[in-house]
């Protein structure tokens, strides 16, 4: 019995130090020349979602954040999985600084545009790096690529 817990309990010391030590995830900042303007993407209802599926009011474009940075607009339903979908910070180099989720405020089962809000905490970004994005993701289960849709709003790190 002892042997079995402590064979547990290193197996979780040896996960746990695995996620803390890993590299963190960057995200490719290039857009190419046929992915500026609309990108179309089928979903399963037949509807094509595209970047002009989703108008973020906050943050604007350029303006200046501190942490947490609050979040709002509207976007398709079909943009929400389960009413959220995914929203992260990045620096100009792709780092991640920050994760979470917007969430409908209204019935998002239809393909009409459903307000949201939220917000995001990032950690301030290291080195004289002062721009960054908000980078707003349709919630994708499918994980298919050929159905993802992102849209990136440049923000300025107050310093």
């Excluded at 920050?98 to 995001?120: I, N």
């Excluded at 301030?124 to 289960?141: A, H």
Aim: charged share 20%.
């Amino acid at each position: 019995m002892r042997k079995t817990l402590l064979t547990i309990v290193v197996l979780f010391l040896v996960i746990l130090f695995w996620l803390f030590l890993r590299k963190p995830e960057k995200i490719d900042l290039n857009i190419s020349p046929d992915q500026q303007g609309e990108v179309p993407t089928t979903t399963s209802t037949g509807f094509t979602l595209s970047q002009n599926s989703i108008v973020v009011d906050l943050p604007k474009t350029n303006s200046t954040t501190t942490s947490p940075i609050n979040l709002s607009g509207k976007a398709r339903g079909n943009w929400f999985f389960e009413a959220s979908a995914p929203v992260q910070v990045v620096d100009d180099k792709g780092n991640v600084l920050g994760q979470s989720h917007v969430e409908a405020t209204g019935d998002w089962m239809t393909t009409e545009f459903v307000p949201f809000t939220g917000s995001v905490v990032y950690k301030n970004p290291t080195g004289t790096t002062t721009k960054g994005f908000v980078v707003f993701s349709n919630d994708n289960p499918s994980g298919d690529p050929e159905r993802s849709v992102s849209v990136k709003i440049p923000i300025n790190f107050k310093r």
